[in-house]
């Protein structure tokens, strides 16, 4: 299942480093990587693949808010669907 | 790679985070007919059973796709087939009233609507009684939602009908005097009503719809009035075009919602209905945006157009969106469930009178208005009779959901609590109507309803 994860908040060291890393134990793996500084705001997208991990979106959610959490700044996963239904047609 | 940018990811996210974009309903429409017998024992359990095992995983369901999407479904509901149709051979419309509410609980819905009657232009021979019953039901219940078409273009006005709706909310206001008159709440008069709605209070099952449906309501007023905040000051194409693109983009997380329950269900995809509806949570009101228009406060002169061109940018935005559209499709207006309307009415900008003008235009009627508790039934019915007329004459649907305040008055409120909000008690017309309800018969339909 290809979902989109971001990341939003402030910048500082190993956010890359930690939310891959999370993803990695969970077997989730990771297609396309952007990085962007919008509004002031550290942005970081990636579209992963969650077809090998033995977590739900649902847990892994929960998983990467806690990742989150630890380093300041805001994690989400959802289905990719849901930005391609929305933004093109 | 990805095929939308950052941008539009981190708009979509906004949207959900900041600005209230939400699914309002995932409603699942049952159709009952099949659970009719002359033995009110056999055809309760019928019903029990089948809403029960259709609707078994529907709240499980709404919470994966939400789960898995990170967009929130805030209600999961079920509407049936009008209980006045399924009840008519064998009676006990209480005991109904009763299984409803608990074929509701088993399956963990918000609400369920369809203890409904249609009597547009006359009663069937059970078909009084029935709504007779309505406030002992409400009250007795907690998560049955009733409704009654009292007028279509087609057939005119049942004004014997409106006399009797006057009565019965006054009767559901008291019989629920402990809770604010909350059954009122619960209880919509309509003229033409749709049968495919999944926004309650007023859903049910039409008699022309499929064993059973999945209807979808959007939402989101904070989306329309943040994207509304970004074109200030320009002129009202701009304003126009603004609504449509967000509408749009709504609608189709609607859709996707909808295809996506309908196929984990099994279920079929009915209907997307893209109406825009406010809740009392700050930045999630219907007012602000006509508001944000340039209105000093909505209910002011200008309020009827605003919300006119809202109404119908919206629809024009949605329908490319969806495969299907269809429910009630525009901008609600219900002051309880809108801060911005709580604060219109409460400064008296907003009154009776003009919402009675903004529901020409907009996509439902005089909606969650609480009036004080000694306001006479006659009173209530030519409200009644003044919203069915213009729902009738301009082919649309209107509706009635007013709460009388049992022992308010104007200047008090009284609190409902969750989506359903705060209700400012609204000052009524002194003068009576009394001569003209106690008429009764049936007011023609219009000449332009002859089509064929």
Same mark, same amino acid.
């Given at each position: 299942?290809?979902?989109?994860?971001?990341?939003?908040?402030?910048?500082?060291?190993?956010?890359?480093?930690?939310?891959?890393?999370?993803?990695?134990?969970?077997?989730?793996?990771?297609?396309?990587?952007?990085?962007?500084?919008?509004?002031?705001?550290?942005?970081?997208?990636?579209?992963?693949?969650?077809?090998?991990?033995?977590?739900?979106?649902?847990?892994?959610?929960?998983?990467?808010?806690?990742?989150?959490?630890?380093?300041?700044?805001?994690?989400?996963?959802?289905?990719?669907?849901?930005?391609?239904?929305?933004?093109?047609? | 790679?990805?095929?939308?940018?950052?941008?539009?990811?981190?708009?979509?996210?906004?949207?959900?985070?900041?600005?209230?974009?939400?699914?309002?309903?995932?409603?699942?429409?049952?159709?009952?007919?099949?659970?009719? *017998?002359?033995?009110?024992?056999?055809?309760?359990?019928?019903?029990?059973?089948?809403?029960?095992?259709?609707?078994?995983?529907?709240? $499980?369901?709404?919470?994966?796709?939400?789960?898995?999407?990170?967009?929130?479904?805030?209600?999961?509901?079920?509407?049936?087939?009008?209980? $006045?149709?399924?009840?008519?051979?064998?009676?006990? *419309?209480?005991?109904?009233?009763?299984?409803?509410?608990?074929?509701?609980?088993?399956?963990?819905?918000?609400?369920?609507?369809?203890?409904?009657?249609?009597?547009?232009?006359?009663?069937?021979?059970?078909?009084?009684?029935?709504?007779? *019953?309505?406030?002992?039901?409400?009250?007795?219940?907690?998560?049955? /939602?009733?409704?009654?078409?009292?007028?279509?273009?087609?057939?005119?006005?049942?004004?014997?009908?409106?006399?009797?709706?006057?009565?019965?909310?006054?009767?559901?206001?008291?019989?629920?005097?402990?809770?604010?008159?909350?059954?009122?709440?619960?209880?919509?008069?309509?003229?033409?009503?749709?049968?495919?709605?999944?926004?309650?209070?007023?859903?049910?099952?039409?008699?022309?719809?499929?064993?059973?449906?999945?209807?979808?309501?959007? *939402?989101?007023?904070?989306?329309?009035?943040?994207?509304?905040?970004?074109?200030?000051?320009?002129?009202?194409?701009?304003?126009?075009?603004?609504?449509?693109?967000?509408?749009?983009?709504?609608?189709?997380?609607?859709?996707?919602?909808?295809?996506?329950?309908?196929?984990?269900?099994?279920?079929?995809?009915?209907?997307?209905?893209?109406?825009?509806?406010?809740?009392?949570?700050?930045?999630?009101?219907?007012?602000?945006?006509?508001?944000?228009?340039?209105?000093?406060? /909505?209910?002011?002169?200008?309020?009827?157009?605003?919300?006119?061109?809202?109404?119908?940018?919206?629809?024009?935005?949605?329908?490319?969106?969806?495969?299907?559209?269809?429910?009630?499709?525009?901008?609600?207006?219900?002051?309880?469930?809108?801060?911005?309307?709580?604060?219109?009415?409460?400064?008296?900008?907003?009154?009776?009178?003009?919402?009675?003008?903004?529901?020409?235009?907009?996509?439902?009627?005089?909606?969650?208005?609480?009036?004080?508790?000694?306001?006479?039934?006659?009173?209530?019915?030519?409200?009644?009779?003044?919203?069915?007329?213009?729902?009738?004459?301009?082919?649309?649907?209107?509706?009635?959901?007013?709460?009388?305040?049992?022992?308010?008055?104007?200047?008090?409120?009284?609190?409902?609590?969750?989506?359903?909000?705060?209700?400012?008690?609204?000052?009524?017309?002194?003068? $009576?109507?009394?001569?003209?309800?106690?008429?009764?018969?049936?007011?023609?339909?219009?000449?332009?309803?002859?089509?064929?």
């Amino acid at each position: 299942m290809k979902a989109v994860v971001t990341v939003v908040g402030k910048d500082r060291t190993g956010i890359i480093a930690r939310v891959s890393g999370y993803l990695y134990e969970n077997s989730v793996n990771i297609l396309d990587i952007s990085q962007t500084i919008m509004q002031d705001i550290f942005t970081m997208i990636m579209l992963v693949d969650s077809a090998e991990s033995g977590l739900d979106l649902s847990s892994l959610q929960t998983g990467l808010a806690r990742v989150g959490d630890e380093l300041g700044v805001s994690v989400s996963i959802q289905r990719e669907e849901l930005f391609n239904s929305m933004h093109r047609i | 790679m990805l095929n939308v940018n950052p941008v539009e990811i981190i708009e979509t996210l906004n949207m959900i985070k900041d600005e209230h974009l939400d699914v309002r309903t995932i409603t699942m429409g049952i159709s009952l007919f099949d659970c009719v *017998s002359d033995d009110w024992h056999r055809a309760v359990d019928k019903v029990y059973d089948k809403i029960t095992r259709l609707a078994e995983n529907l709240v $499980s369901t709404g919470e994966q796709i939400e789960a898995e999407f990170g967009i929130p479904i805030v209600n999961k509901r079920i509407s049936v087939t009008p209980i $006045s149709l399924i009840c008519a051979p064998c009676g006990h *419309s209480l005991e109904f009233a009763r299984a409803l509410d608990r074929a509701a609980k088993t399956t963990g819905v918000n609400f369920l609507g369809g203890y409904s009657a249609l009597v547009a232009k006359g009663y069937s021979n059970a078909d009084r009684e029935f709504i007779a *019953s309505i406030p002992e039901a409400l009250a007795t219940t907690d998560f049955l /939602c009733s409704s009654v078409n009292v007028a279509t273009t087609k057939a005119g006005i049942n004004m014997d009908a409106v006399a009797q709706m006057g009565r019965v909310i006054k009767d559901t206001a008291a019989a629920t005097a402990d809770r604010g008159g909350f059954g009122c709440a619960k209880l919509v008069v309509f003229a033409n009503a749709v049968e495919d709605n999944p926004f309650m209070a007023g859903a049910f099952h039409g008699a022309g719809e499929p064993e059973c449906a999945i209807n979808v309501g959007v *939402s989101g007023p904070g989306v329309v009035k943040c994207a509304l905040e970004r074109v200030k000051g320009r002129p009202f194409g701009v304003v126009a075009e603004t609504v449509k693109k967000t509408a749009f983009k709504i609608t189709r997380v609607g859709q996707m919602v909808a295809e996506e329950a309908s196929r984990r269900l099994g279920v079929p995809f009915g209907i997307v209905d893209l109406s825009l509806a406010p809740t009392p949570a700050r930045g999630d009101s219907v007012a602000h945006i006509l508001e944000e228009m340039g209105l000093e406060q /909505c209910g002011t002169h200008g309020t009827t157009a605003a919300l006119a061109l809202l109404n119908d940018a919206v629809k024009k935005g949605g329908v490319m969106a969806s495969s299907y559209v269809g429910g009630l499709s525009g901008a609600f207006i219900p002051v309880s469930e809108d801060a911005g309307m709580i604060a219109a009415a409460e400064s008296g900008c907003l009154t009776l009178e003009k919402l009675e003008a903004m529901t020409c235009v907009c996509s439902v009627g005089l909606d969650m208005i609480a009036v004080p508790g000694d306001t006479s039934a006659e009173t209530i019915s030519g409200i009644i009779a003044d919203e069915m007329a213009i729902g009738v004459v301009n082919t649309k649907t209107t509706a009635v959901r007013v709460i009388p305040a049992v022992g308010k008055k104007v200047g008090d409120s009284v609190e409902f609590g969750g989506l359903l909000g705060t209700a400012p008690v609204m000052p009524v017309n002194g003068a $009576s109507c009394a001569d003209f309800i106690a008429r009764g018969g049936r007011i023609p339909a219009p000449i332009h309803s002859l089509k064929n």
